[in-house]
């Protein structure tokens, strides 16, 4: 009888990385150090140089009109983005990397009919059709300041409600501290999602029962008079405008009510760039950008980044027990939504 006894350095077919999972992670790590040196480069632009495409391909969306009354609390400093500024220049992996071509690529994406699904520690579990929803909800608009990780921001014209709303009509127990919200998977409509198949989707993201009820946080269904276009997060968004945009999920299927922090996804694929808050903070350092100033996408001005995107009277108490970063609050690092 021949007994091997296998080489230190000898291991088990059965855990041998498969190719194609293999050829996947190498894309991921080629595509990150491409991004890092983007990072180290400088991505905002010298000379004052727009970040938006070729002015004469964009076409924006024919959609149905929505509109609603402004609410005045929240203003800017700066003049509202163009529409093609604020629905032609987007993060969307789901679609594609390219920023300036997400709004044609995702032009056949299906928003309807669209389910909403509410669960976890809740009253009572539901489901509810997306328009259904925002009938029993109280429209209103918000311009708020969108920016990036990448340092890109742009100055836009949300119409929604606040996400406390949402919050109540799920009516939470009082076991939940998390909202985990879940994104779509669909591999026929999205070219990104079944090229990119390294990335754990669905898209996943979570927040504190403390931000989700915030007067900030806000549920998203329309944007510059018009019903949500597909690249900007069609049906329904969340916006947390004092957070990076990763964090503002698009295109949300699921809210779910958690005593446990749920794992978010930029955390799960790069831990060491990507926290659970991802506040915005000029003094919080990133591996590939700065985040000390940041580019107007339209205009492509290059100015001071504040801490909370400008929103800390609204939610610096939110952290107040964590340590000072520069003499200000605190706060994280992350791609935008």
């Not at 890092?36 to 970040?51: C, K, V, Y």
Request: hydrophobic share 35%; net charge positive; glycine share 6%.
């Amino acid at each position: 009888m021949l007994i091997k006894i296998p080489r230190g350095w000898e291991i088990p077919e059965r855990l041998v990385t498969p190719e194609e999972v293999y050829l996947n992670r190498r894309k991921f790590l080629v595509r990150a150090g491409t991004g890092a040196l983007a990072g180290m480069a400088g991505l905002i632009l010298p000379g004052g140089a727009t970040l938006l495409g070729a002015k004469e391909e964009y076409q924006p969306a024919n959609l149905p009109p929505l509109t609603a009354p402004r609410n005045p609390e929240y203003k800017t400093d700066r003049p509202i983005s163009s529409e093609r500024a604020g629905t032609g220049y987007n993060n969307y992996y789901e679609f594609t990397e390219a920023k300036d071509q997400v709004w044609k690529v995702a032009r056949e994406f299906q928003p309807r009919p669209w389910q909403i699904e509410f669960k976890g520690h809740i009253e009572k579990p539901i489901k509810i059709d997306v328009d259904d929803l925002i009938k029993k909800m109280t429209l209103e608009e918000r311009v708020y300041r969108h920016r990036c990780v990448e340092r890109w921001v742009v100055i836009v014209p949300w119409i929604g409600f606040p996400l406390k709303k949402l919050v109540e009509f799920a009516a939470p127990t009082a076991k939940a501290r998390y909202v985990r919200m879940l994104s779509f998977f669909r591999l026929s409509q999205a070219e990104g999602q079944s090229r990119a198949t390294w990335y754990p989707w669905p898209y996943h993201e979570g927040l504190k029962m403390e931000e989700a009820t915030n007067e900030l946080a806000f549920v998203v269904v329309g944007v510059y008079g018009k019903i949500l276009p597909n690249q900007n997060g069609a049906p329904l968004r969340v916006h947390t405008p004092w957070k990076y945009g990763f964090k503002s999920i698009k295109a949300t299927t699921r809210f779910e009510f958690t005593d446990k922090q749920p794992p978010t996804f930029w955390n799960e694929v790069v831990p060491t760039e990507y926290d659970f808050e991802a506040n915005v903070n000029p003094a919080k350092p990133h591996p590939r950008w700065s985040q000390a100033h940041e580019q107007i996408v339209e205009t492509g001005e290059v100015v001071p980044t504040k801490l909370y995107n400008g929103y800390e009277k609204y939610v610096a108490h939110l952290y107040k027990w964590r340590p000072l970063l520069a003499g200000r609050g605190s706060s994280s690092v992350h791609p935008s939504r």
